[in-house]
């Protein structure tokens, strides 16, 4: 009886004595890439937006255009903004938007388009926008399409965190002719 509460006694005092001590002078880091889990908890992934978005503006101006800019997002391009902070590497998407723009003019259809970098480029040979800009939601100048009889709609493209934002002019006749033209 003596030895087996010796043996008892002994068990419970190697279990007590494995409480982790060996890793008290450890880092929360260290102690992450010792099981190989470190990556994983040192990586911040976000998207912006977060999820799928859809925005229609419909203005029908008093000179007889009517302007319709649907706004989508794309889930599948996105813009990767990639930096460190505080030991921790982010990685922060910004989502492209699909723009589809159409134009009436007394009810009738003048202008119908998808602005792609491609139908934008084939305006203007001085539109270049490299894969670094997102294109953000067009902008109805309602002043000036009243000022001079035409639908004018503000574009503008932007890398993300940054001020850089080269903004353009499409405006739109009422044959439906179009031209675009760099405002900054």
């Known amino acids: 009886m003596k030895n087996l509460l010796f043996l008892l006694t002994l068990v419970s005092v190697m279990f007590i004595g494995c409480d982790g001590k060996d890793r008290v002078h450890l880092s929360n880091t260290e102690v992450l890439k010792e099981h190989k889990l470190l990556d994983s908890f040192s990586e911040s992934v976000v998207y912006f937006p977060k999820e799928y978005n859809e925005i229609t503006i419909d203005t029908t101006l008093s000179n007889g255009f009517r302007i319709k800019i649907k706004s989508l997002t794309d889930l599948e391009n996105a813009q990767l903004i ?76 932007c890398i993300p965190r940054t001020v850089n934002c080269p903004d353009y002019r499409l405006t739109i006749n009422t044959n439906g002719d179009h031209k675009l033209k760099e405002i900054n």
């Open 82 to 157: 990639d930096f460190e902070s505080d030991g921790i590497h982010n990685k922060h998407y910004f989502r492209e938007l699909i723009n589809i723009i159409e134009v009436y003019k007394n009810e009738k259809i003048i202008f119908k388009q998808t602005l792609t970098n491609a139908f934008l480029n084939k305006l203007n040979s001085n539109y270049i926008i490299d894969k670094n800009y997102i294109k953000n939601i067009p902008i109805i100048d309602d002043f000036n399409s009243l000022k001079e009889n035409k639908a004018i709609i503000n574009l503008s493209h």
